[in-house]
T-cell receptor, first 113, second 111 residues
């Protein structure tokens, strides 16, 4: 399976700034996900995206977060006003279809200072 | 609330021996279970899966066992190799296809 590419690999931003994390999955896949992992903690679900709409989101995914698939290929996660506790590894994943495994990107390390 | 739990944060095993990683879940609606392996600074990579209609799935050195009544699954690696040293995540999926991950178990295989 082709890889999922995430950019940037590392992003350092000041608290209160907006960041956009990008993911380039395969365009004909149905399901896309964002997960994050705060250092030393569990992998947490943020949001799932199906058929160009949010299908599920967690409590973490508040109004500061948004997802888009602006050009049918790239899949973006935007954090409008970053907080220190947003520092984490953010993983994008794609799912070809129902009942299959998810393929993850290599992650973007976000550091909020 | 943690729907998928991996109670052992770390495990050390001698090369050549069996590694057994355990995972418990609480949601009886989960019907598809997966193990992912994660190296530092990389995303999780899929290792092996099992659906709820089976109780065992084997792929080379890796075998996953599912005990639905106990809501428990385990990953067996035999023989363990130093390259198996990584963090292993258990994940479960059900309605909605959202994946729920455990906290991970860090496996160290000692040469």
């Amino acid at each position: 399976e082709p890889e999922v590419t995430q950019t940037p690999s590392h992003q350092v931003t000041q608290m209160g700034q907006e960041v956009i994390l990008r993911c380039v999955p395969i365009s004909n896949h149905l399901y896309f996900y964002w997960y994050r992992q705060i250092l030393g903690q569990k992998v947490e679900f943020l949001v799932s995206f199906y058929n160009n709409e949010i299908s599920e989101k967690s409590e973490i995914f508040d109004d500061q977060f948004s997802v888009e698939r602006p050009d049918g290929s790239n899949f973006t996660l935007k954090i409008r006003s970053t907080k220190l506790e947003d520092s984490a590894m953010y993983f994008c994943a794609r799912l070809p279809g129902v009942g299959t495994e998810a393929f993850f990107g290599q992650g973007t390390r976000l550091t909020v200072v | 609330d943690q729907q998928v739990k991996q109670n052992s944060p770390s495990l050390s095993v001698q090369e050549g021996r069996i590694s057994i990683l355990n995972c418990d879940y609480t949601n009886s609606m989960f019907d598809y279970f997966l193990w992912y392996k994660k190296y530092p600074a990389e995303g999780p990579t899929f290792l092996i899966s099992i659906s709820s209609i089976k109780d065992k799935n084997e792929d080379g050195r890796f075998t996953v066992f599912l005990n639905k009544s106990a809501k428990h699954l385990s990953l067996h690696i035999v023989p363990s190799q130093p390259g198996d040293s990584a963090v292993y995540f258990c994940a479960a999926s059900g309605l909605g296809n959202q994946f729920y991950f455990g906290t991970g178990t860090s496996l160290t295989v000692i040469p």
